[in-house]
């Protein structure tokens, strides 16, 4: 790709000579007004009206732009590459960058001056400095990982201070035996308790087992003699030996224990500490946590005594039933170990790290899901939480995030987005980027943070540097001109996203209870639990059925109430009297409750369990002895009817619609819907909303003009013809919005001309230039087979004037053509509609730009830009970069990983195929 080289008050830097152009078809200006001098503005409407939102989106604010996860490779930095990649971050309508220093790519050559940096060493530090410095000059939010890779360790974490894990052995003992021996105990390991009884290795009574009171001595621990073989089980506080995932160089080391203050605080000190500093005065926005991968670690070095002060009893004596028992006492046992590191977790983990952001004026973001057991209220203690995963018809982490987000009164709930975006890197459309970026909004997500860019060193062959297991969003891929398009529709639905309040009727109960006492030693995750609770079938009864849902726990309920019309049981055995007097005390006031399935049971804990049990069964009996308030259901299955028992649908749709979504957003004075049809075939569907307004209003979220649909004096059933993946946002509003044209009877769209012959095309990159009889790939010649990049189609179209008089006259390229998962493809998700235009395209009439094609319906608006008589009708057309890296040999990266250990392995990458290019099917111009 061409660079144009600028001069910057800085440092030289440079600008793809793509960019400058689309920056001036963007609006986007690196020039700011003379000091003093300040536009006049019109008055403002009253903030938070359905005015006010309405003119934020048309033009949303700069804090709803996405953001890049910004992976640094090495690091293998330097400063003219920094400023040039934020410059071009900001020309494509990105807001700001999230720095994560990761595994080395490239190996140091002096030849070159290539270097890595080493993690937090001065050469590290200076970038660093550098990099907050160009972002806060150029308005650009900087968010910082407080470790390199993931989760928080490194080189500093001691033994002793490492993530941990009980371990356990076993020792059969012969008849008559006096002494076994003790398994080896290694550093920052401690032998707690043996136990023997009867039985072998493979089998025995684990309640039965008899704790050993003998301390060992020279290796060895006795035993009272006995006739039968037995068993001897060894507890041992040990260490998961786990070592920080994809570390920068010099960043490796073990994960420490998140269990543990003295960790956490070490971490803080010798790490975060030294990374803030690097931003002097100008401290990031917010310092990052990604999700909590800390797998096998079950085990702190005072869990003991902990356990002991929280659950009110000794937990030593039951730890033969904890890791293997199979009765209702083992499960008990294990609720109260996994309530226990729960609460370790956020005393010693998430609230010293926030403390401590507070404490250095930013914030907290953190991905608050995975292994250690952390809730949906631990996302209480952080000011800024996330989620992660598109799955927005089933369980789903990001809903966990946003539901916390909702209740415990946070309004920006970022996700990371585009994780495993359409497998291998490259490989990634815009439209896949909108189908899964949908996804996340419908789950009530208003920040995205994207996976990723990938900085990339001078010199580096096109198309760059990428992430092993991500999609690539840089200048360096070859449909970035459309991304200016793409990130202002991303960021103008993020912005309505934030306004007004959430109105989700359906609150989910997470049986944590339930999942804690399915937890196993190794294996403590309450996320990783609840798709046994949270099953697709009950989400797709709450979704199909015309409401949306959020998520909601024991501890939120007795935080702050429960502030939904319906909440749904689903599956729940155990459930504490506290919990249970709260769901009907909102039950009384009004609240309707379902259980699906069981009606709770059991109280969760082992301590007075049969005596609190009694007290749980006479508070549900008394509950749902009312069907007016409580009803109990059979199965998923049943939901949506007993749902519409007991409320109106939100937004009830008929007609032809696949898995059609929506947000609900209410303000003072309007009803903000953001309706989705979310899968690869047109919607032909209407819907009628619960809200009661006189207007209703279609937002155009990419261009924001406003349609009046109001068809009478009070506001009834809405047309929803929706492309694939096209998504609308309606306003229902007691007065008529401003500036919204009245919807016209809906008019067929007619062919004009057929204009799909006789394309002359250029290459410019390749000085290759032809005509096309008919369309045709690029992958069907030889010379551009392997070709990633842009060709510019052009042609002369004759237009009378009785053809332009009152008519909407559109460059139409066809419909994009459905397609099933790839089942070689095993991670990620993807649009299943391939594009007439491959992958994208940029209209231009008689040398004015008329717009993007990227997205259903594939058609341009040029009738203000045509006259009468001959028109000169331009086509840039860009494809992927796959093309380009089918043609060569994928990179060989043995001695890197002799060097520092294989710390990645390139996703899908092997055995690539160049993918069909250009305009492939008929072009029309289209009249109405």
Not at 11 to 27: H, L, T
Not at 852 to 865: C, E, K, N, S, T
Request: charged share 20%; hydrophobic share 40%.
């Amino acid at each position: 790709m061409k660079r144009t080289k600028i001069k910057t008050d800085a440092a030289e830097s440079f600008i793809p000579g793509r960019v400058r152009r689309w920056m001036f078809c963007a609006g986007v200006s690196l020039l700011t007004l003379p000091q003093g001098v300040r536009a006049q503005a019109p008055t403002a409407p009253e903030k938070g009206s359905i005015a006010a939102v309405q003119a934020g989106f048309q033009t949303p604010p700069d804090d709803a732009r996405i953001m890049m996860r910004w992976w640094w490779f090495g690091p293998a930095v330097v400063k003219p590459e920094l400023e040039r990649e934020i410059l071009a971050m900001k020309a494509g309508g990105i807001g700001g960058f999230e720095i994560q220093p990761v595994y080395a790519v490239a190996l140091d050559d002096k030849a070159k001056d290539f270097k890595n940096l080493p993690y937090l060493s001065d050469g590290f530090m200076d970038v660093l400095k550098f990099t907050g410095e160009k972002a806060h000059e150029n308005g650009m939010r900087v968010d910082l990982t407080l470790a390199s890779g993931w989760p928080y360790g490194g080189p500093h974490v001691s033994i002793d201070e490492a993530s941990s894990r009980l371990r356990f052995a076993a020792e059969e003992l012969p008849a008559n035996a006096a002494s076994v021996t003790v398994p080896s105990i290694g550093n920052g390991e401690k032998l707690i308790a043996v136990f023997t009884g009867e039985g072998n290795a493979k089998k025995y009574d684990a309640a039965s087992m008899m704790k050993l009171t003998a301390a060992p001595s020279e290796g060895r621990i006795a035993v009272a003699p006995s006739k039968h073989t037995r068993v001897v089980l060894f507890f041992i506080a040990s260490r998961t030996g786990q070592q920080v995932k994809r570390a920068a160089v010099d960043a490796d080391g073990f994960v420490l224990d998140h269990f543990s203050r003295k960790a956490v605080d070490s971490h803080l000190n010798l790490i975060a500490n030294k990374l803030i500093a690097a931003f002097g005065d100008n401290p990031p926005y917010a310092v990052f946590s990604d999700s909590l991968e800390v797998y096998g670690a079950d085990w702190t070095d005072d869990l003991l005594p902990e356990f002991e002060k929280r659950r009110g009893y000794d937990l030593t004596p039951h730890l033969p039933e904890l890791w293997s028992g199979t009765g209702p006492g083992a499960a008990a046992l294990r609720r109260d170990w996994g309530l226990t590191l729960t609460e370790l977790i956020d005393e010693r983990y998430l609230t010293p790290v926030n403390d401590w952001a507070k404490a250095h004026h930013t914030q907290f973001r953190s991905q608050t899901y995975g292994e250690p057991a952390v809730s949906l209220s631990s996302n209480n203690l952080v000011a800024l939480p996330e989620g992660e995963g598109p799955q927005w018809r089933a369980f789903s982490f990001t809903r966990l995030a946003s539901s916390a987000s909702h209740l415990y009164d946070r309004n920006v709930t970022s996700a990371e987005t585009w994780t495993w975006l359409h497998s291998p890197a490259f490989r990634a459309t815009p439209l896949d980027m909108k189908a899964e970026a949908d996804r996340f909004f419908l789950q009530g997500v208003n920040q995205l943070i994207g996976h990723g860019w990938p900085y990339t060193a001078p010199g580096v062959e096109e198309p760059g540097w990428a992430f092993y297991a991500a999609a690539v969003f840089n200048d360096h891929n070859p449909w970035w001109p459309v991304m200016p398009e793409v990130t202002k529709y991303l960021q103008r639905v993020s912005y309505l996203m934030r306004q007004g309040k959430p109105a989700n009727d359906i609150a989910v109960l997470l049986p944590n209870d339930d999942a804690y006492a399915e937890f196993k030693p190794g294996h403590v995750t309450l996320s990783g639990e609840m798709a046994k609770y949270i099953t697709p079938g009950l989400i797709e009864q709450v979704l199909n059925n015309g409401y949306n849902l959020d998520y909601i726990d024991a501890e939120a309920i007795q935080k702050v109430g429960i502030p939904y019309p319906v909440l749904v049981l689903p599956h729940v055995d155990r459930m504490s009297p506290e919990t249970l007097k709260a769901i009907a005390a909102y039950a009384a006031k009004g609240g309707k409750v379902i259980a699906v399935g069981s009606l709770p049971a059991h109280a969760p804990g082992f301590a007075h369990e049969e005596e609190l049990s009694k007290q749980v069964a006479g508070l549900t009996q008394k509950l749902f002895a009312d069907p007016k308030q409580a009803r109990q259901i059979t199965g998923d299955a049943d939901l949506g009817a007993a749902l519409k028992q007991a409320l109106t649908p939100d937004m009830a749709v008929t007609g032809t619609a696949s898995e059609m979504g929506f947000v609900h957003r209410k303000l003072a004075d309007a009803d903000v819907y953001f309706v989705v049809n979310s899968s690869n075939v047109p919607a032909h569907a209407s819907a009628t909303f619960r809200a009661s307004r006189e207007f209703v209003t279609a937002l155009d979220p990419f261009t924001g003009a406003a349609t009046d649909m109001t068809s009478g004096p009070v506001a009834g059933p809405v047309a929803l013809e929706l492309a694939p993946y096209e998504s609308r946002v309606f306003v229902l509003s007691d007065k008529a919005l401003p500036g919204a044209v009245k919807a016209a009877p809906e008019k067929p769209w007619a062919p004009l001309a057929d204009i799909s012959h006789d394309w002359k095309v250029a290459f410019p990159a390749l000085k290759i230039a032809k005509t096309e009889p008919q369309p045709a790939s690029w992958t069907d010649d030889a010379a551009t087979r392997y070709f990633s990049g842009e060709a510019v189609y052009t042609k002369s179209v004759r237009v009378e004037a009785k053809d332009l008089k009152g008519a909407e006259i559109a460059l139409d390229f066809g419909v994009g053509t459905p397609v099933v998962v790839d089942p070689a493809i095993k991670a990620g998700m993807r649009a299943l509609l391939e594009s007439p235009v491959r992958e994208v395209a940029m209209v231009y009439v008689n040398g004015k730009r008329a717009g993007g094609v990227w997205h259903p319906p594939y058609r341009v608006d040029i009738a203000p830009l045509l006259h009468e008589g001959e028109n000169a009708i331009e086509v840039r057309v860009d494809n992927l970069a796959i093309n380009t890296l089918a043609g060569r040999a994928p990179t060989d990266y043995k001695l890197l990983s002799a060097r520092y250990g294989q710390r990645f392995v390139p996703q899908d990458m092997d055995h690539l195929e160049p993918l069909p290019s250009g305009i492939l099917g008929t072009v029309q111009l289209m009249k109405r």
